[in-house]
């Protein structure tokens, strides 16, 4: 196969899964104005507890059905979420709102070292495998490469999830009140919108994200303490090359960084280490607020 | 307020000096390393005063650490004045070099440029693998002008060098911090558009103390990578940045010697953490991190110094 | 300002009393107290830190239990005394781990440690201890540097170097005959990685002078996504994929490749794999060529031989306790202790049956050989400081009925045909054809 | 041409499709006052900021001191003697007056802001004093911001726009956000100490008995454009203006 083809093509498989894992981290940031270091954590929770659902669901019998285990996949997620979503934010976030946002991110990157040690209590430093769904959906075979059904898998749900926002966004109504929140928070609250609530929702829809992406990887590797922390930087370096708080931003920035990675390792594979700072330097250079950024023009 | 500051500074000298008495090994080189990286965090409380967060002071705290290992172990010198004057020089430059770029930037993305920056010196450090790559470096004992102490009197010497480096550091930015330059720097934070508006360059501003920093991190970086002996590139990792900031952030930025109290603090608290939970101390240590924050919103400094107006 | 610069003085000096006055209480006679160093968090923990105490600890109550084991470990504790241990995690860096060894020697005052994984904390560890006079076995790491750049005094380090696994996978390809046209490599991006790349590149280059090397790959550490690296390596079609990679970021790759049928197109080539089967099972495909850093694992229980009883006891005594075998990270902590064991018991029958001081205690285990399940150890590098051991490679094999993964076609080598004779570096060594190597 | 002359010619800005200035020409002579009218939107804060480097006009001159000042940073610009207030006071609000009073101060020190020279020493705090007095806010001096009155922080902001060689000082409604009551005192403190130090003044302003009682000449603005350049009479009794900026008789 073509190289050019090759690349893109690996490049899109990473993209899908920068984009899964990073539109949660802009989300929150866009309405709760708080980078969230423990968006990590949430990802490596979203991975065990996959894992273990997914065994159990092969435990109680899924083999019959194996393709169920992609339910479980996103049950895992939204589990993740509908429990540790209210638990952060309405038990700890909250409480920081309108704090400085340098101080936010140490308030995560707390929130981040207690999960850390807390998977561990709950599942131990034994890794957890569940490769079932990763070889269900066969292979394809591209030219002389073979890649996983499950690859594309991938990028088909990272164009859903993409919709999905980006539709209930900007065409419903609750995305319209999301949007007022970001814009300005103070005074979508003085225009009656319940801002407690906003914050709630776009926090367990973050937490979902997060955790759909490592409930989606969690099948390719294997699951094991300190996954978190790798997610964190490249989810970082997209959502700033993005622009903070723009879903649009995390896509571009995910395509730039899958497609500049993927060239890197087939063409030069030394500077793949360097690859994702440079794309952010370079994007910040030109733009120092990412690419789109919500400009806010002062009035005086 | 001069001859106060010079009584203050004289009296934390012999309080912390007497350390080289009282404090058993283990301790000694706990509060050596304590103060090295308290003196990077006095370069991150220098910008906070102007309201921007550096969570890539790792870049100088590394830079400073190899280039006294390099100048060590390539020509020898050993010599612990000029491996710190030649690593704030160093530091200085790049400094110079990144200081007016980053001026430019506010809030999260100066904190997230500065981390990019020490992750590319992680980054290329990693790949050099004739300077020892991930594994990093040794370098041998300082001596002090010709003096080669060796067991407790190095580990004394060692201590009272940072001592001394942390006061004369301490006391010049705390006049430089009350100074009209100091002063400027907080109306930076507070409104840029007025400072601009007055006639000031805030870029000037903020790339003096970016620059301060630089040189701050750099001369933590070299006292560390002495007392330690080995160097790697995990100094400029975003965790090993993220802790300065913490304790910056833990100090605030009222009071000068609250950041080196709470370097201190930082560094028993993971240690006996360590020691006492082994397999949590991740946890808790983010639980002391949240407590503080939540009980401390201001810093430790607001315990002991409030900004009033009147205040001489 | 002067008077609050008082308070913060009077805070410094209680804590510092408060420090000072708190030491530990001293050590017994009858009690010998090791800090031991090994990660207990981090992605280092599952495949290394968390089984090698999980056998350390196995192994330091059957000795204080005492009569366990076979001779000439049936004494109990050491020398008789009680072994008392203080574990603590070596997740955090090199900088960390200088100031935990610290306080376990002066704060803790343990009479030896055992511990560091990570190269770069063995790199660093060794100028402290011989600062503070204190007897530091180093058990796992790898890396060549530390006895080749330095000469340390109370350090030593009990588990051969990691040259030892690139060459002896090289010479066991040019042993079983394996056409090796060209080959790639998938390292990770640390420095274990890239030495392991250089060590295999130099010795296929003197065993496969013609072998082209198509591309080095070296993702980041803890990558988790090798989709890229697959693809590069499939369009490269080298006859041979060479990794040293480890843990999670050993089963991610192979979970990937696998299943995008990289082994069914290229020989695969793991200089540290065998500790990731207890978890694949049968997941790790067949036929792929196997090092485990020593005689370890499956390779020590198929030998047999005059150590059998040792292994066996060993093994048996793992299994039943953690319920899965034990692979080479055990191996590598019992070896070091049963070292220390045999270098304490030998200072106290020169020192007339006193606990042995760290300088009796280094005269001791200098120069020093004994048996561990691993095979005859030899501390023979660097003035008596750096074993060597013999090692092994085999290929994977499922045994359906059996439902266990085997090794067959197992090659064991000579300690002194695979590691450097003393004296010489490792990289000169493979650079000049292995001078003086010693197989059969 | 003088050297404290404000000459602005054929400036032209538009923000997308609006257009903030079109054909913007004024000559504003050394010592004048003048006032600047206009409905929300009609381009006067805009002037203001285009004359004091905030916003880069698509086009034309802005002549002061034989230079050019368009491209100019605002620092540059006030450095120049172009001074101004704000419309939401600018102030420092974690500081107290004095000490927003120190900043402007050490700012317009002679030798610039030193690093070693603290910023409360006597002959600073002396100076900024004597100018917190002349805008009688003196005994605010140990307040923090947000415990002040709007007329005071109004005060604040002119007084440290004050700082230094102020040659032209624009107020963009220097009354907005004041008790009506406290308008008049406060619009007569602030000429008296503009006038006496000889200082030209434009103020942007919608209270028509300032502009009648305080300008000599008024600039009314409308879509952008000046409609009428005038004594305070003629331009208030001006049909256009009455139409589009007034929206009554005078």
């Known amino acids: 196969m073509d190289l050019a083809a090759t690349i893109l093509v690996d490049g899109l498989i990473y993209a899908g899964w920068l984009f899964i894992v990073s539109v949660g981290l802009t989300l929150v940031f866009g309405v709760l104005n708080i980078l969230n270091i423990a968006h990590g954590s949430l990802y490596a ?138 814009h300005d928070s103070e005074m979508s609250q003085t225009m009656g919108v319940n801002v407690q609530r906003v914050y709630l929702g776009a926090f367990m829809a973050g937490a979902f994200l997060a955790a759909l992406g490592g409930a989606m990887t969690a099948p390719m590797i294997s699951v094991t303490p300190g996954l978190g922390v790798n997610v964190i930087i490249v989810a970082f370096a997209v959502v700033i090359i993005g622009g903070l708080g723009s879903v649009p931003g995390a896509a571009i920035g995910a395509l730039m960084v899958g497609i500049s990675r993927a060239a890197s390792v087939h063409m030069l594979p030394e500077a793949e280490l360097f690859i994702i700072y440079f794309v952010m330097a370079i994007v910040l250079l030109f733009r120092p607020e990412g690419l789109f950024a919500k400009t806010q023009a002062r009035k005086i | 307020m001069g001859s106060n500051l010079i009584v203050s500074a004289i009296v934390a000298l012999v309080v912390l000096a007497a350390g080289a ?103 290329s450090l990693s790949k050099m693998s004739f300077i020892g790559g991930t594994d990093g470096l040794n370098i041998a004992a300082p001596t002090f002008l010709g003096w080669a102490p060796e067991g407790r009197p190095l580990q004394a010497a060692l201590y009272i060098y940072v001592v001394t480096i942390v006061v004369i550091a301490g006391t010049l930015m705390r006049l430089y911090f009350d100074s009209e330059r100091g002063l400027l720097t907080l109306a930076t934070r507070d409104n840029e558009l007025r400072v601009e508006y007055l006639g000031a360059s805030v870029r000037n501003i903020m790339t003096y ?7 701050l991190g750099g001369i933590g970086g070299t006292i560390a990578a002495l007392a330690l002996g080995h160097v790697d590139p995990e100094f400029a990792f975003w965790t090993t940045s993220g802790e300065f900031v913490f304790v910056a952030i833990l100090a605030g930025y009222l009071s000068v010697p609250a950041v080196i109290v709470a370097a201190i603090i ?47 | ?186 390292n990770q991006d640390y420095a274990w990685g890239q030495d392991s790349w250089a060590d295999f590149t130099g010795a296929m280059n003197q065993l496969y002078p013609d072998a082209e090397v198509k591309t080095a790959l070296f993702p980041k550490f ?142 001791a285990m200098k120069g020093l050989e004994w048996d561990a399940p691993s095979g005859r150890i030899e501390m023979a590098l660097a003035g008596g400081h750096q074993a060597i051991q013999p090692n092994a490679i085999g290929t994977t094999k499922w045994n359906a009925d059996a439902g266990k993964m085997e090794l067959v076609d197992v090659e064991y080598y000579d300690a002194r045909c695979v590691n450097p004779p003393d004296g010489m570096k490792s ?10 190597a010693q197989c059969n | 041409m003088s050297k404290g002359v404000l000459e602005v010619l054929d400036v032209q800005k538009s923000f997308g499709a609006v257009t903030a200035a079109k054909d913007i020409s004024v000559t504003v002579p050394e010592g004048a006052v003048y006032s600047l009218i206009g409905t929300n939107g009609a381009g006067k804060t805009t002037f203001v900021n285009m004359v004091t480097g905030y916003i880069k006009p698509d086009a ?139 200082v030209t003044v434009i103020f942007v302003e919608h209270d028509m008995d300032i502009v009648t009682r305080y300008s000599e000449r008024v600039l009314a603005f409308y879509d952008g454009r000046i409609i009428a350049d005038d004594a305070p009479d003629e331009v208030l009794s001006d049909p256009e203006v009455q139409r589009y900026v007034t929206g009554a008789p005078a």
């Open chain 3, 1 to 186: 300002m002067k008077k609050l610069n008082f308070k913060i003085g009077s805070v410094l000096g209680a804590m510092t009393l408060a420090i000072g006055l708190s030491g530990p209480a001293s050590a017994q006679d009858d009690t010998f107290k090791i800090g031991v160093i090994t990660f207990l968090s981090g992605q280092a923990a599952e495949s290394f830190g968390v089984p090698a105490w999980n056998g350390g600890k196995l192994l330091v109550d059957m000795l204080n239990e005492g009569g366990k084991l076979p001779a000439p470990y049936d004494q109990k504790g050491f020398g008789g005394m009680n072994i008392e241990v203080v574990v603590v995690d070596e997740a955090g860096g090199a900088t960390k781990q200088v100031q935990e060894f610290r306080n376990l020697v002066q704060r803790e005052e343990v009479d030896a440690v055992v511990g560091y994984v990570s190269s770069g904390d063995c790199l660093a560890i060794p100028p402290v201890a011989d600062e503070l006079k204190a007897f530091t076995i180093l058990y796992d790491c790898g890396t060549p540097r530390v006895f080749e750049d330095g000469s340390y005094e109370y350090v030593f380090r009990t588990a051969a170097h990691a040259t030892m696994d690139n060459v002896s996978l090289a010479r066991y390809l040019k042993s079983r005959n394996f056409d090796v046209p060209s080959f790639a490599g998938l």
């Open chain 1, 45 to 182: 929770i979203g991975a065990y507890a996959s894992a273990s659902l997914v065994g159990a669901y092969f435990a109680a019998g899924g083999e019959a059905f194996p393709y169920g285990s992609y339910a479980a996949l996103i049950l895992a997620a939204v589990l993740v979420a509908l429990v540790l979503g209210p638990l952060l934010e309405r038990g700890l976030l909250r409480f920081f709102y309108g704090r400085d946002e340098v101080l936010n991110v140490l308030v995560t990157y707390a929130v981040f070292l207690i999960l850390e040690d807390v998977m561990k209590l709950i599942w131990g430093v034994n890794p957890y495998f569940v490769y079932e769904p990763y070889t269900l959906l066969g292979d394809v075979e591209i030219g002389p490469l073979f890649y996983v059904g499950y690859d594309f898998a991938v990028i088909a749900a990272a164009i859903i999830v993409g919709l999905v926002v980006w539709l209930t966004l900007n065409h419903t109504q609750i995305g319209k009140v999301v949007l007022a929140v970001i």
């Open chain 3, 427 to 436: 990289q000169e060594w493979i650079a000049q054809g292995f001078p003086g």
């Open chain 4, 60 to 198: 034309g001159t802005i002549n002061f001191a034989g230079r050019n000042i368009i491209g100019m940073a605002p620092r540059q610009i006030t450095r120049m003697g172009i001074h101004r207030s704000f419309q939401i006071a600018q102030l420092c609000n974690e500081l107290t007056v004095e000490e927003n009073m120190l900043v402007a101060d050490a700012i317009h020190g002679a030798k610039g802001p030193s690093f070693l020279q603290n910023a409360h020493n006597q002959d600073a705090r002396a100076r900024a004093i004597a100018t917190l007095e002349r805008f009688n806010i003196a005994e605010h001096r140990n307040r923090l911001i947000p415990e002040l009155s709007g007329g005071v922080k109004k005060l604040l902001d002119i007084a440290m726009a004050m700082a230094g060689d102020t040659q032209i000082m624009l107020l963009d409604e220097p009354t907005s956000g004041v008790a009506s009551d406290e308008k008049f005192p406060i619009m007569d403190l602030v000429m008296e100490a503009l006038k006496s130090a000889g």
């Open chain 2, 266 to 312: 930082l560094e028993l608290v993971r240690s006996f953490s360590n020691l006492y939970f082994p397999n949590t101390w991740q946890l808790a240590l983010g639980i002391f991190l949240l407590a503080v924050i939540i009980a401390l919103p201001n810093g430790l400094g607001s315990l002991v110094r409030r900004r009033k107006g009147n205040e001489t």
């Open chain 2, 209 to 215: 103390n970016y620059v301060f920093g630089a040189v």
């Open chain 3, 222 to 363: 803890g990558a988790g996504q090798y989709g890229t690296e697959i693809s590069a390596l499939l369009r490269e079609k080298p006859a041979l994929v060479h990794s040293s990679n480890w843990g999670g970021d050993l089963q991610g790759f192979l979970i990937q490749a696998t299943a995008r049928g990289l082994h069914k197109r290229a020989q695969l080539a793991l200089a540290a794999g065998d500790h990731v089967i207890p978890q694949l099972q049968d997941k790790m495909p067949d036929g792929i060529f196997l090092g485990a850093r020593g005689v370890n694992g499956l390779a020590a229980y198929a030998r047999g031989g005059e150590l059998k009883e040792l292994t066996d006891t060993m093994w048996e005594a793992y299994e039943a306790e953690y319920d899965t075998f034990p692979v080479q990270a055990p191996f590598r902590m019992w070896q070091a202790i049963f070292g220390l064991k045999t270098a304490i018991e030998k200072a106290m029958a020169d020192n007339g049956g006193t606990k042995p001081t760290s300088e009796q205690l280094a005269a």
């Open chain 2, 21 to 123: 008495v009282i404090l058993p090994d283990w301790a000694m080189f706990l509060f050596a390393m304590a103060l090295a990286k308290g003196l990077v965090c006095l370069g991150i409380v220098g910008m906070m005063r102007g309201g921007v967060v550096s969570f890539g002071q790792g870049l100088y705290y590394c830079l400073g650490a190899y280039t006294a290992t390099l100048v060590a172990n390539t020509f020898g010198v050993s010599d612990i004045f000029l491996l710190t004057l030649l690593s704030a020089a160093v530091c200085l430059l790049v400094g110079l070099a990144f200081g007016p770029l980053l001026s430019n930037y506010r809030g999260i993305f100066f904190a997230m440029l500065s981390l990019a920056l020490s992750m590319v010196l992680y980054g």
